[in-house]
């Protein structure tokens, strides 16, 4: 894909248009991300990709050549990386490189200088650009649009390239121009306390603060005409009746359990020492217990398998938690003692 740049430019019947079938949200929001830097909140689906082709199609005359200015579009993934460069290079006529893995990473200063020479928007994995700025292959001065995709992933306590980046190279005094900031997003938080309002809040501030952007979205009305969303039914299930002998080996090891226990008290006599080992011997059995009612079991017997196959050292020192895990193992395994693990 683009490797090496056309002797002429299109002719006029060649020229591509990303205008002609943009929805009015997209021509609304990329007028808005040429005037400031933006992060677009748009659920899968919506067409975030085209609002970024949009933009790089407004703003063609700072990197259109013989510029020395280019755009960098940024992808967290290879896939996405080939897929959001064919996307560009199918919508424009902008000449267009991607770059991941397979050693394009340590190319030299002048490689990296015949291809800003040569092509108009890059495409790569954020590690590369990151690599290549610390090198001083590429200079950020040189970049007029940097296009995020997933962005969710800039957060300014996480060391992923997009936020080191960010920290190191967008906030350089040293600079006197830089680029225009663009994200994409499907979810403007990652990992855990989605649901609670005020580390959505607080994960929103970082993102903008980081990405020097503002979150953009569109009112879902917009939405409904051109997006299509499911119907959603909920189902309410009651919970699952255990069988018989679930049951039977469920009060078998809580039997197990007060035998360690006991077996465990009688046989030390330093208290702290003592705690120590129950709440060890505590948390296998909630283990198994947890394994037998979700997994059945099979999958409970595996467990204390597995626990058991722990190197010889660590079982020395919680050997109560030894003796019960062969118990319960042997337990188990008395229904399915025909089955090869």
Not at 41 to 54: E, F, P, S
Not at 189 to 197: A, E, F, Q, T
Not at 277 to 304: D, P, T, V, Y
């Given at each position: 894909?683009?490797?090496?740049?056309?002797?002429?430019?299109?002719?006029?019947?060649?020229?591509?248009?990303?205008?002609?079938?943009?929805?009015?949200?997209?021509?609304?929001?990329?007028?808005?991300?040429?005037?400031?830097?933006?992060?677009?909140?748009?659920?899968?689906?919506?067409?975030?990709?085209?609002?970024?082709?949009?933009?790089?199609?407004?703003?063609?005359?700072?990197?259109?050549?013989?510029?020395?200015?280019?755009?960098?579009?940024?992808?967290?993934?290879?896939?996405?990386?080939?897929?959001?460069?064919?996307?560009?290079?199918?919508?424009?006529?902008?000449?267009?490189?991607?770059?991941?893995?397979?050693?394009?990473?340590s190319r030299c200063h002048e490689e990296w200088e015949n291809d800003l020479r040569d092509f108009e928007v890059l495409v790569?994995?954020?590690?590369?650009?990151?690599?290549?700025?610390?090198?001083?292959?590429?200079?950020?001065?040189?970049?007029?649009?940097?296009?995020?995709?997933?962005?969710?992933?800039?957060?300014?306590?996480?060391?992923?390239?997009?936020?080191?980046?960010?920290?190191?190279?967008?906030?350089?005094?040293?600079?006197?121009?830089?680029?225009?900031?663009?994200?994409?997003?499907?979810?403007?938080?990652?990992?855990?306390?989605?649901?609670?309002?005020?580390?959505?809040?607080?994960?929103?501030?970082?993102?903008?603060?980081?990405?020097?952007?503002?979150?953009?979205?569109?009112?879902?009305?917009?939405?409904?005409?051109?997006?299509?969303?499911?119907?959603?039914?909920?189902?309410?299930?009651?919970?699952?009746?255990?069988?018989?002998?679930?049951?039977?080996?469920?009060?078998?090891?809580?039997?197990?359990?007060?035998?360690?226990?006991?077996?465990?008290?009688?046989?030390?006599?330093?208290?702290?020492?003592?705690?120590?080992?129950?709440?060890?011997?505590?948390?296998?059995?909630?283990?198994?217990?947890?394994?037998?009612?979700?997994?059945?079991?099979?999958?409970?017997?595996?467990?204390?398998?597995?626990?058991?196959?722990?190197?010889?050292?660590?079982?020395?020192?919680?050997?109560?938690?030894?003796?019960?895990?062969?118990?319960?193992?042997?337990?188990?395994?008395?229904?399915?003692?025909?089955?090869?693990?």
């Amino acid at each position: 894909m683009g490797d090496s740049p056309a002797a002429a430019g299109p002719s006029a019947a060649e020229l591509k248009d990303p205008r002609t079938i943009a929805r009015k949200y997209q021509l609304d929001l990329c007028k808005r991300a040429v005037e400031e830097n933006i992060i677009v909140y748009l659920g899968t689906g919506c067409g975030k990709t085209h609002i970024a082709v949009l933009l790089i199609y407004e703003l063609g005359h700072l990197i259109r050549k013989p510029s020395s200015e280019v755009c960098i579009f940024l992808a967290p993934t290879i896939p996405l990386v080939r897929q959001q460069a064919m996307v560009i290079e199918s919508s424009t006529n902008f000449k267009v490189q991607c770059y991941y893995g397979n050693g394009k990473n340590s190319r030299c200063h002048e490689e990296w200088e015949n291809d800003l020479r040569d092509f108009e928007v890059l495409v790569m994995t954020p590690q590369i650009l990151l690599h290549s700025l610390r090198h001083c292959y590429i200079k950020m001065s040189s970049v007029a649009l940097l296009i995020f995709d997933e962005c969710h992933h800039a957060q300014a306590q996480k060391r992923h390239p997009y936020a080191q980046i960010m920290k190191e190279f967008y906030n350089n005094n040293g600079v006197a121009k830089f680029p225009r900031i663009f994200g994409m997003t499907a979810s403007p938080i990652i990992g855990k306390g989605g649901s609670n309002k005020l580390n959505y809040t607080k994960c929103i501030n970082s993102l903008e603060e980081l990405l020097h952007a503002k979150v953009c979205s569109v009112d879902n009305v917009e939405l409904e005409s051109v997006v299509a969303s499911p119907d959603m039914e909920v189902y309410f299930y009651g919970p699952v009746n255990r069988s018989n002998l679930t049951i039977m080996y469920n009060k078998e090891l809580d039997s197990l359990k007060l035998q360690s226990e006991g077996m465990l008290r009688e046989s030390l006599c330093d208290f702290k020492d003592s705690q120590k080992k129950l709440k060890s011997l505590w948390r296998l059995h909630e283990n198994l217990i947890f394994c037998l009612q979700e997994l059945g079991s099979f999958g409970a017997l595996q467990a204390a398998r597995t626990f058991l196959s722990f190197d010889d050292d660590r079982l020395d020192s919680f050997s109560f938690a030894h003796h019960y895990l062969n118990k319960a193992t042997s337990v188990l395994s008395h229904n399915i003692t025909d089955v090869q693990v």
